[in-house]
T-cell receptor
Framework: DSGVTQTPKHLITATGQRVTLRCSPRSGDLSVYWYQQSLDQGLQFLIHYYNGEERAKGNILERFSAQQFPDLHSELNLSSLELGDSALYFC????????????????FGPGTRLTVL | SQQGEEDPQALSIQEGENATMNCSYKTSINNLQWYRQNSGRGLVHLILIRSNEREKHSGRLRVTLDTSKKSSSLLITASRAADTASYFCATDIISSGSARQLTFGSGTQLTVLP
C-alpha cells in the first residue's frame, strides 16, 4: 500500500458527461501528479500540483482540469467525455515538487478505471 | 513521444533465472526510476538511480545507468513467479523552468514461469 488513495475505483459513464476523480496524497506529501494510462498511448503525464499551485502541464486536454485543495487532496475533472477518454487514471504523490537537483520518488495510487460508453 | 523505451517489449523466463530489461532515453535526466505494475493495478516504485550514480542495488534488483549512452538496465536475479508484471522505466526531466515531470516508457511485460 503506497498510502495514496483514489476514488472511485471504477467509473462507467456516457459520452458527453463530466466526471470528477479524487486523490488523497500520502501524509505529508506536498505534490500530486496525474497520469493517464491507455493501451494506445501508454502512461502519459497530465499535470502536477505542488502545495496548491499548478507546477507543470503535460499532455492534458483542454476538456480536463485539475486542482489541489488546501488539505492537499486533488481532483481531476474530465468533461465532454469521449470514447477515447476511457483509460486508467493514476495519481501519484511525492514529498516535494522534486525541486531539488535530483528529484524525488513518486508514489502511485491504485488508479481509477474510467469507461466511457 | 515516449522519452524512455524499454526493450524487450515482452520477456518470458523460468523461475530462478535472471531477467534483464533495458531502457533507452533521449534527453538529459536528473534521475531514472523503475516501476512495476501488476495487471490493471497501480504502479509500485522499485528503485531510483540519480544521474551521478552508475549502479544501485535493492534486494534482488540491480539497476545500472549509463548517461553517456542514455540507457539503463534493470536486472532481477533469481526470479519468482510473483515477479510476473510489467516493468516501466521513467525519466525525471525538467519540463520547463523548474517544473519537473516523469516520462514513462512503454514497458516490458515479464512473465516468470513456475
Amino acid at each position: 500500500d503506497s498510502g495514496v488513495t483514489q476514488t472511485p475505483k471504477h467509473l462507467i459513464t456516457a459520452t458527453g458527461q463530466r466526471v470528477t476523480l479524487r486523490c488523497s496524497p500520502r501524509s505529508g506529501d506536498l505534490s500530486v501528479y496525474w497520469y493517464q494510462q491507455s493501451l494506445d498511448q501508454g502512461l502519459q503525464f497530465l499535470i502536477h500540483y505542488y502545495n496548491g499551485e499548478e507546477r507543470a502541464k503535460g499532455n492534458i486536454l483542454e476538456r480536463f482540469s485539475a486542482q489541489q485543495f488546501p488539505d492537499l487532496h486533488s481532483e481531476l475533472n474530465l468533461s465532454s467525455l469521449e470514447l477515447g477518454d476511457s483509460a486508467l487514471y493514476f495519481c501519484a504523490s511525492s514529498a516535494t515538487g522534486g525541486s531539488g537537483p535530483l528529484g524525488d520518488t513518486q508514489y502511485f495510487g491504485p488508479g481509477t478505471r474510467l469507461t466511457v460508453l | 513521444s515516449q522519452q524512455g523505451e524499454e526493450d524487450p517489449q515482452a520477456l518470458s523466463i523460468q523461475e530462478g533465472e535472471n531477467a534483464t530489461m533495458n531502457c533507452s532515453y533521449k534527453t538529459s535526466i536528473n534521475n531514472l526510476q523503475w516501476y512495476r505494475q501488476n495487471s490493471g493495478r497501480g504502479l509500485v516504485h522499485l528503485i531510483l538511480i540519480r544521474s551521478n550514480e552508475r549502479e544501485k542495488h535493492s534486494g534482488r534488483l540491480r539497476v545500472t545507468l549509463d548517461t553517456s549512452k542514455k540507457s539503463s538496465s534493470l536486472l532481477i536475479t533469481a526470479s519468482r513467479a510473483a515477479d510476473t508484471a510489467s516493468y516501466f522505466c521513467a525519466t525525471d526531466i525538467i519540463s520547463s523552468g523548474s517544473a519537473r515531470q516523469l516520462t514513462f516508457g512503454s514497458g516490458t511485460q515479464l512473465t516468470v514461469l513456475p
